[in-house]
Each structure stands twice: as C-alpha cells, then as structure tokens.
C-alpha cells in the first residue's frame, strides 16, 4: 500500500523544505510542484493550455505509479481554498489512495506576506525553482496571489480528517516535521539501492 502526504500553503510558504526534511525523516518519495510545472513549462511555455494539460499528465503519472509499485509519496501544492474544483482534486486522490489501502494526509503550512516575501529568494527556492529566479516578477506574482486566491483555509475550515494546520512563521523544517510526526505515526519506508544494472 502506498500512502499520500500533500504539503500545502502560500508560495514561499516553505513547503518544498518542509517535504524535504519530510523525506529524510521516513524516507518517503517525493514530487514538489515544480518538478512538473518546469518541465512542461520548458516545453509548452508558461500557463498555455497545452502547459496545464501536460502539467497534470506528469503528475497523475507520478500517483498512479506511487499506488501501483505501493511507493509512499510526498507532494507539494499550493491550494485555493476557494475553488471546489481543486477540493474535488485532492479528495479524489485521498479516495484513490485509500481505496488501495494507504491513507491521506492533508499538512497545511501558514506564514505572514512578509516571512514569505523573504523566503522566496532564498538560495535553496531559488536553485530548485528556476522559474522563481526573475525575483522581480516572483515577488510580484506572489503579492497577486494573496488577491487573487485563498490560500489558507479559514480556522473553522477543515478538508479531510488527517488535515493538520501549522504555522511555520517561526519554525525550522525539522520542528515542523516533529509536530507532524506527532500527530500522525508515520512509519519509515527506506528502500534499498537495489540492483547496479540501470538503463538510462
């Protein structure tokens, strides 16, 4: 059985770290957004619909591969609270998941505008993110962002059962980590380096 962690939250919230350290800790897969959004960037161009579409292919790819080779996966998303759609998303994941004997985590990050407008040029963002690396027009698309979408739920709002809200304005990844281990018992998946013989 696999099982799916998504690490959720604003831009620059801080979730590609937190999955990171997430990862270390148990050893799960991982897939952050941008794994997905550079590569069809890179071949369709950025926010066309042949981008989306093949935006999506890549990552449903990735989940039903996690479920069918039973490979615990962690993946990064930003969320807007208020679009149904994109509840109907993740949910249809969680029931994908679950019908196959894993479980569904839902981790919501949450920092203030100006935490966030620090972390967004920070080396690490900015190596893994290419996209990020016209900081110019990052910062700005991340100010849009607040107006544009909600990406916080409301404190009364809660998605799924295992959906856990962390404020991290003031958290190292590792402590983050810690309180979701606390809540929920994740047992460590390390694989072996298996066979020598790759074909590339």
Known sequence: MANLVIITGPMAVGKMTVAESLRKSIGYNLMVNHDSIEVSDKIFGFATEAQKEFNWLIRD?????????NESLIFTVATDFNM?????ILDG???RFEETGGSFYFIELCASLDERLRRNITPNRL????SKQDIEWSNN?????????RLNSREDEVWFENHLKINNE?????EVVKIILD???????FKNSGSNNKMY
Do not use: D, M, Q
């Not at 190596?127 to 290419?130: A, G, L, Q």
């Not at 809540?183 to 998946?189: A, G, T």
């Open 183 to 189: 809540n929920y018992k994740l047992e460590p998946e």
């Open 170 to 174: 003031n958290l190292e990844p590792e």
């Open 61 to 69: 790819a990735a989940f039903n591969t996690a479920i069918k080779y």
């Open 127 to 130: 190596e893994k993110k290419k």
């Open 141 to 149: 698309n991340l100010i849009k962002g607040e107006t544009k979408h």
């Open 93 to 95: 994941l969680r029931k």
């Open 84 to 88: 149904k759609s994109e509840y109907e």
